[in-house]
C-alpha cells in the first residue's frame, strides 16, 4: 500500500486498491464492519490522534489520511463528492489558524473515486476528552480563553462549528488545536452530526416522549446557529473545569419519575448538575469552586435558556487558589468546604 501526492494535480492517490471491491475492501482494511471502528491494519499508524464518528484517520509515514465513512459505501450517493471537494476548499479558505485543515482531496490510485482527504498531522495530541482532568485549572482556563477565540473567528468568517466535541479541541504541543473540521457547518454546507453531550435541545425534537435511545432522539430539527455554538462552549466550560457533564448526576426524584433519568429530557427541561434537585458524586472541581459571576452565568444558560456570545471576561477575570484548609483549586470566594480564600 502507497500513497502519492501530486501537489501539482491537486490530489492524492491510494495505490493498492482497484477494482469495484476496492471500496468494500478498503472499509474492512480499516475495520470499518457494521458502523463500528475495529482494529485496523498494521499497514496504518492509529496512534496519532482518536477518529470520529463520521470518519476513520489513519497514518502513512508523514501523511495523515481521512477516510471518509460516507464515501467508503460501494455505492455513494449522487451528489456527495462534489460537496466534499466543497467542504475541503471552504475550510482552506475560511478557517483561521489552529485548525488542521484538509490539505487534498483522497482518491483510489487510476480512478474518480474519492474516499477522505490529507490533513495535517499534529503530534503529542491532547484533547479536552481524555486529558482535562489531569491539567491543573490556569491550562484549563488557558485552553479555554484560547477556544473561545477560535469560535469568534470562525464566526466572523460565516463559519458555525456545529458539533462541538471535546475530542475535537486540545494541545499539540503548547498550542490549542481544532480537528475535524471538515464536518463545519459551510454557508451552503450544513454540518449535520450531533455530540450529545453539548448540542443545543431547542435544536432537537421537544418531545419528552422521545428517549435517548430513539434513533430521532438527536437528529436536528433546526439549523447550527452561532448561539448554539456557544452553548456547546458554555457544556464545555463546565465540563472542563469541573469535570461533570451538565447533564451528569442524578435528579432526586428519579425513583419515582424515571424520565428524570434521561440526560435529553433533562436537558429539555433546563436540569442540569447545578440544579439543587441533581444529586451529585465526587467530581474534578466541584461547580461551587467556579467563580461565582461564572457559575450564575453557566446557570442561566442551562436552567432559564438564555442564549448569545459567551462573555470572554468571565474567564480571563478568574483567579485560581489554593484553599488553605484543604487544598482544592478554587476561584469562587469560598470553598465549597467553607474556607474564605480570596477577598473581593
Known amino acids: 500500500m502507497h500513497i502519492y501526492l501530486d501537489m501539482e494535480a491537486g490530489r492524492a492517490s491510494l495505490r493498492g486498491f482497484e477494482g469495484t471491491l476496492a471500496r468494500p475492501v478498503l472499509r474492512k482494511l480499516l475495520g470499518i464492519e457494521g458502523g463500528v471502528t475495529g482494529v485496523g491494519s498494521p499497514s ?25 465513512r460516507s464515501l467508503l459505501d460501494s455505492t455513494v450517493e449522487s451528489g456527495i463528492e462534489e460537496k466534499y471537494l466543497q467542504r475541503i476548499s471552504a475550510a482552506s479558505l475560511r478557517l483561521p489558524q489552529r485548525a488542521a485543515l484538509p490539505r487534498l482531496p483522497l482518491y483510489l490510485h487510476g480512478t474518480s473515486n474519492l474516499v477522505g482527504c490529507t490533513m495535517d498531522l499534529l503530534s503529542e495530541w491532547q484533547s479536552f476528552a481524555e486529558h482535562s482532568h489531569s491539567w491543573d485549572a490556569a491550562k484549563t482556563t488557558r485552553a479555554l480563553i484560547e477556544l473561545h477565540a477560535f469560535i469568534s473567528q470562525c464566526h466572523e468568517a460565516k463559519v458555525v462549528i456545529g458539533e462541538l466535541s471535546p475530542h475535537n479541541f486540545g494541545f499539540s504541543g503548547d498550542s490549542l488545536w481544532a480537528i475535524d473540521v471538515v464536518a463545519y457547518q459551510y454557508p ?16 432537537l425534537l421537544q418531545d ?49 419519575a424515571p424520565e428524570l433519568s434521561l440526560r435529553r429530557v433533562r436537558a429539555l427541561r433546563g436540569l442540569s448538575v447545578l440544579d439543587p434537585s441533581i444529586r451529585v458524586g465526587a467530581s474534578l472541581r466541584p461547580p461551587e469552586s467556579l467563580r ?29 487558589v489554593r484553599c488553605p484548609a484543604c487544598g482544592s483549586e478554587v476561584s469562587a470566594d469560598f470553598c465549597p468546604c467553607g474556607q474564605k480564600v480570596q477577598s473581593n
Open 44 to 68: 496504518f499508524d492509529q496512534s496519532f490522534m482518536p477518529s470520529g464518528g463520521e470518519a476513520v484517520l489513519r497514518k502513512i509515514r508523514n501523511v495523515v489520511l481521512r477516510f471518509e
Open 292 to 320: 461565582e459571576e461564572l457559575y450564575e452565568y453557566l446557570y442561566g444558560v442551562f436552567t432559564h435558556g438564555n442564549r448569545g456570545s459567551f462573555p470572554l471576561a468571565l474567564l480571563r477575570s478568574i483567579r485560581w
Open 188 to 203: 451552503g454546507l450544513p454540518c449535520t452530526t450531533v455530540y450529545p453531550g453539548t448540542v443545543d435541545p431547542e435544536l
Open 208 to 256: 419528552e416522549a422521545v428517549r435517548d435511545s430513539d434513533p430521532h432522539a438527536y437528529q436536528l430539527q433546526k439549523p447550527y446557529t452561532p448561539e448554539s455554538d456557544w452553548y456547546g462552549f458554555c457544556c464545555l466550560v463546565l465540563q472542563s473545569l469541573t469535570g461533570l457533564s451538565p447533564w451528569a448526576g442524578a435528579h432526586r426524584l428519579s425513583d419515582d
